[in-house]
């Protein structure tokens, strides 16, 4: 595995000009460019690099650098600068409680009153799920997971719920990228948000906020496995691809 690398050695990013501050814009490139694994953790941002990529001026970078850090996305270390946050067995172990909950409560809320085009809607991203899986490409069934959620989050109708979700998502993407990795995980992965969209498609709240708490506490056990072993890093989207 490559080492931690700096911006430098990343694709070009790219600030759209459209209606929002550019500090808004920079975060979003940032936090797209991190969750998506184009930056791994440990890996250094540098501020006339990103400044360049980014055509922006530093005093924009550091704003949105700054509202990343509150977001746990980005760490300051001394004497070394601003990195990718890697994420402790700890800090992991509460993220994974955490979310828990708050998705058990997003799915029951959802089975209890999404609409008929919104359940629709989920049962299409789980064949997206299915075909990801069936194709054996892991940046694809993380960004097809990624649109199951949205789904789920967008028709829960708990607009705080779906704040925080997010936010916990971002924190842990490149570590659900590697406890996707695992043998056989993908599959059992599957297999438990099957069973989450069966509960919801029978508006049975209970059970499907049953079935999301069992999904994040086995996916919680799957990352405390990984991050225990030394050699554990995050895969480069090459590799993810080929996966």
């Known amino acids: 595995m490559p080492p931690p690398s700096s911006a430098s050695n990343r694709a070009p990013l790219a600030i759209a000009r459209i209606a929002a501050p550019i500090r808004e814009q920079v975060a979003h490139q940032l936090r797209r460019a991190i969750t998506s694994g184009l930056f791994r953790p440990g890996d250094r941002l540098i501020e006339r690099e990103l400044c360049a990529q980014l055509g922006v001026s530093r005093t924009s970078l550091r704003e949105a650098l700054r509202q990343l850090e509150s977001d746990g996305l980005v760490t300051t270390i001394p004497y070394k600068g601003i990195v990718v946050s890697s994420m402790t067995p700890e800090e992991a172990q509460q993220v994974y409680q955490v979310r828990a909950v708050i998705e058990g409560l997003a ?3 959802f089975a209890e009153q999404a609409t008929a085009s919104q359940c629709t809607q989920l049962a299409s991203a789980m064949q997206a799920l299915e075909a990801a899986l069936a194709e054996g490409n892991l940046a694809h069934l993380v960004e097809a997971k990624a649109h199951f959620y949205h789904i789920l989050l967008s028709g829960c109708g708990n607009h705080q ?7 916990l998502h971002d924190r842990i993407a490149s570590l659900r990228r590697l406890t996707l990795a695992q043998p056989g995980r993908a599959a059992e992965s599957v297999a438990e948000m099957r069973q989450i969209l069966a509960a919801i498609l029978a508006r ?3 059970q499907a906020e049953q079935a999301c708490i069992h999904h994040v506490e086995r ?3 799957v990352a405390a496995a990984v991050l225990h072993q030394p050699e554990a890093e995050p895969l480069s989207p090459h590799e993810q691809g080929r996966s």
Do not use: K, P, W, Y
């Open 161 to 167: 719920a779906m704040l925080v979700l997010q936010s």
């Open 107 to 109: 799915a029951r809320l």
């Open 219 to 221: 996916a919680a056990v």
């Open 204 to 206: 049975d709240g209970r």
